[in-house]
């Protein structure tokens, strides 16, 4: 159990009270939150009721939903259908306060966190709800010409470099060059790769096909490469071969067991059975690893390979049970002994789960340890084409499809999101088109 709070002489805001000017208030509870994704946000509602004074502190202004990035970088959505304001999500919390800042550091002996500029923001509990980005397998030189997704920035610019590709592939007269242009490579065929290379396959043979004269946009190439032996892993076999029927049929290329040895301008090298091989492409999008936020290091514990802290099964340090770390930075095994996948669900529950101790361990009372409830998995394809697998049922094709759609719909945060999500799809769904097909960033 967590022990009861101690009392600090400092507001929330980092400030002691004047000398002379003692105030009679009890001081609240401080919870400081990082990070205002799924995990941080969800602790942060959950605490809306509890006698404490919450921070969410943020190095963005919005909370994005991750899982409809891809539609964002394939010009299906625009940055703004898919994230909102986190001051607008908490207006109505009035014990909740948001400070949009980068953490630096945790002085885990003064009970502060020390953001970029300087300011220091003490906590009494702190959850560490920092999250994740992508990672390049001890190659980071690759990251500028391989971009990952994980911010609306991140959408942006492989947004931009998909549709200049076929840009300039309508501009040149060499084939060579034209053939680069038009092959485009997704590394890592997991739930991101998969959705992905199928709304670009869509983009490619459906909202690009009769816009240019030069090129027929239907002729483009783009590739899946997995170094595992089929895609999507994390799913049933029978629903990850269904995936790459589905993939296939779209006209994705699936380069399985290749690893990538090196990704350059010209386009990546791959090593597979039959040895190693240059593809040209102009285009590579790397969905095939991720790494935790450097909570590990500000936290000064020692994290696991893809740099996650291993927390207790109450999601805390061992020797420090009001320090919280959750979501895609926290490691914790599940049910079966395996750790927790990076999922956003996951860090919805512990969110939710660590803001119940906090109430509980101020009432004098005691949880649990976590318990992870599985509602299934779902990846989506394309149009009519995704897997679904609860466990006791596992579904392809048409059905999965709905319901990735509605699951995604209903989960979005914000009236206007769902709005405008749903109309975009009903357009996308009846005429093929793709409403954000913008060049930002690039002048000619
Ligand atoms: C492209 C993509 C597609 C995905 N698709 C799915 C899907 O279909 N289904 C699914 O369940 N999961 C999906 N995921 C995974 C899911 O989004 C994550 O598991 C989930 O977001 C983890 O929640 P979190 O709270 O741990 O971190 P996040 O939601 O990533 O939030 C972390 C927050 O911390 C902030 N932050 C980070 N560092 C700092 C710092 N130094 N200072 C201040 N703030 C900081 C970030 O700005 C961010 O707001 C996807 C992820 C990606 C990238």
Redesign the pocket.
Known sequence: MMPEAAPDRRSASGTTPAPGRATMAVPRHRVVI????????SAAKALAKAPVEVTV????NY??F??L??QVATAGLSPADIAAPIRSILRGQANARVLL????AIDRQSRDVL?QDGRRIPFDSLVV????R?AYFGHDEWEPVAP????IDDAIDIRRRILLAFERAEMTTDEETRHRLLTLAVVGAG??GV?MVGAMAELAKKALAADFRAIDPRQARILLVEAAARPLTAFPDRLSAKAKTQLEELGVELLLGAKVTRCDDAGLEIEDGEGRRFIPAATVIW?AG?EA??AAKWLDVPGDRAGRVPVTPHLNLPDDPRLFV?????LVSGADGKPL????????QQ?EYVARQIRLALAGKSVKPFAYRNYGN??TIGRKAAVADFGWIRLSGTLAWLLWGAV?IFFLIGFRNRIFVLLSWLWAYLSFHRGSRLITGADF
Do not use: N
């Not at 709800?129 to 994740?132: E, P």
């Not at 990952?148 to 911010?151: E, S, V």
């Not at 996948?341 to 919805?348: E, I, L, N």
């Open positions: 990082l990070g205002a994704g799924f995990g941080g946000l502190i943020d190095r963005r909370h994005l991750q899982p990035l891809y800042g980068r953490v630096q953001l709800a920092t999250g994740a992508h990952g997704l994980k911010k739930p991101t959705e969905a991720v936020s450097p959750i979501g895609d930075t926290a996948p990076g999922v956003a669900p996951v860090a919805k969110g779902l990846a995604h």
